[in-house]
């Protein structure tokens, strides 16, 4: 049972290990396995992760289409995917497949398994017109959320698991994020939603950006270039630096001042990925006993918390979105994405129809 589904269909591919090697290229409608189920594609977010595939500067194994950021519909069932049906409005988690036996699995920490294969990197993703997921991964989205804002709930669950499960803000703490970009703003919003008081930085290139990060809620922002970080913190704290960090830039020397910016046994979390080896001054985490995490995965209950948080409406995740592009324009899109022209860039695939 499902609506019928075309034969070929348009998706982003990277065919070839190495550098770049990325194409819009015309592709056979994958079939569902038994246990996954064909999803019509609406959205797709474009994240950092796509564009260190391109550099080859992340673990990536094609031919593979990419992406792993979308919200789309349910066209067709496999033999044993019986919990949804198609016309099912659904988001879904990354994990395409996962070993189930090892010390991580068996604590559901599917995203850390070794023998995870991730979607969009080391199985099909979903930049393309149809995408099969693994059916214990969907969730379903309420038919009042819009299917561009759904499109978010992939980074949105990251930032659910810094905010809430590896940094434990909460109302009172006063958390500094480095880095406006989509990632950043999310966690702002993420983090005010808390009860944070969140103090924003960038430098002038992110000007509009920490405009936009005011409207999200946070409480100040501050541009690194024209202040002084360490000064406007000392007044907001009392002189005691933040509660928390969360590092989004993934810049050596906003993790600096991050770390300087941080209050004794604060909570540092590194959400920004550096794609390279970065230093840190290690003297200081110990002068401050500060607890430096590391962020990259999602749980199922920050992907449970997340999806009650998009349904609830609660966020103003649309004003993220900045710019749209047909999977064609697959390379003004990406350069979007890389030189943070705006805000988050999506592809429009079957768009909300
Ligand atoms: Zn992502
Ligand atoms: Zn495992």
Redesign the pocket.
Known sequence: MGIKAEVMMKALMKYEKGKHNFACRELPVPEPGKDDVLVKVAYGGI???DIHIYHDTYPNEPPMVIG??FSGTVVKLGENAGRFKAGDRVVAETNQYYCGVCELCKAGRFCLCNQRLALGQKTDGVFAEYAVIKESNLHVIGDHVSMKEAALA??LS?VVHGVMERSNIEAGDIVLVTGPGPIGLLAVMTAAMQGAKVIVSGTSADADRLKLAEELGAFRTVNVMQEDLQAIVAEETGGKGVDVVLECSGVGAAISSGIDALKKLGIFTQIGLTGKSSQIETDKLCFKEIDYKGCLSKTNWSWNRTIRIINSGSLPLGKLISHEFSLDQWEEAMKHAEENIGNKVFFRIGGDA
């Open positions: 994240c950092g992760t792993h950021e992939e980074p990251c």
